[in-house]
């Protein structure tokens, strides 16, 4: 058994939680690979070091002073090491690095530099070889990962230690320039280090016990999901509920590597098992996610349907504004087209001008309230009267339905709604459809 395990940056924000990091590694043999985040928040005013790092970049660029987030970074990193009682000093390192931003280092190097240190500790604290990923993970001139010969390089460096800790989120070019992916993307860094020695679980330690069945925000209490399919996760993540970087998820898929959500803070939880295929079978629903800041078009126009093109003529003028579109139920004589509320606030008469001269429409207006709720589960193509129970749990609340989808997968059904009726609905359905524990 090979497991890659991920930490988070609140669960390396402090030397508190670097033990708790500790333990977890040392419980299970199996633990041989780490990726470190930079420290995270240790409170929920705190700052990530992160934020800091490019904080000072962003000073340096514009000629200011940058000390004090300079040393509120270095005074992090300090502590920690100091609290942990190492004998392990970066003095000298963060005297080069100030030099380095003065002269004018990338963002991306500054934005690294709090994996990097954080994960130099966390090796000399858990007595593993420190890997840099920068010489594994690799990327173009123009910042895209290039993904398969970061498979190889990854995989041949880390195969020469059968354990180590590894900073996220960055990489670096064939030259040697630093390169980061988007936030959060130690993530990533996890899965390609997971694919690269071909792990058996990537497990990806945060501050929760898995993905809940619902916004814990909006609704009571909701369960923790025990096991979640990688195409369920993508409905799900697609309307806002990820605990995971969306890229993260590719790499390990591939491979057939299941991701295993788990917390730092309760390691006694089971978290939740991301999958290809779901072993147990869950209920009906897996999980309910929802979105405010919605908008329709709605398009009608007498014998619609044996007008040749009118979809892509539609389409064409949303392509042509760079609106992209959510859902596109229809009906005989009508069209309607889901889109994020952005996109038609302020520009409502030239779009309807458009249409109106592609189209020749016989009624076109926006409504600009609404909100998306998907009822995702992969229990839900063998399980009839789902949509009847969905509906009926609307209908109890006296909530409108004003637009319909359910997935060609039948994996879940999509509702548009008023967004005033957004809370209501999502704790009716959540109610419906799982039981009282
Ligand atoms: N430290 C980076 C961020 O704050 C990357 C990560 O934590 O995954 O986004």
Redesign the pocket.
Known sequence: MLKVIKF??TSLASAQQFQKVAAIVRADKSRRYVVA??P?KRFSEDI?V??LLLTCHRLAKEGENFDVPFNQIKARFEEIIADLGLSLSLEDEFTAFYRRIVKGASEAYIASR??HFNARILAAYLDFPFIETAEGIIFDENGALLEEVTNEKLGALLKKNPRAVLP??YGATEHGDIRIFS?????ITGSLAARAVKADLYENWTDVSGLLMADPRIVKNPRAIEFVTYRELRELSYMGASVL?EDAIFPVRREGIPINIRNTNAPEDAGTMIVEQAEKSAGIVTGIAGKKGFGAIYIEKGMMNSELGFGRRVLRVLEDRKISFEHLPSGIDTLTVVVERGALVGHENEIIHDLQKAVQADRIHLVEDLCLIAVVGRGMINSPGTAARLFGALAKEKINIRMIDQGSSELNIIVALEEKDYEKALQAIYNEFVPEA
């Open positions: 988070g940056g985040s930079a995270g990530k992160t934020d709090g994996e996220g989120f936030r959060g993307g130690s993530d970087h």
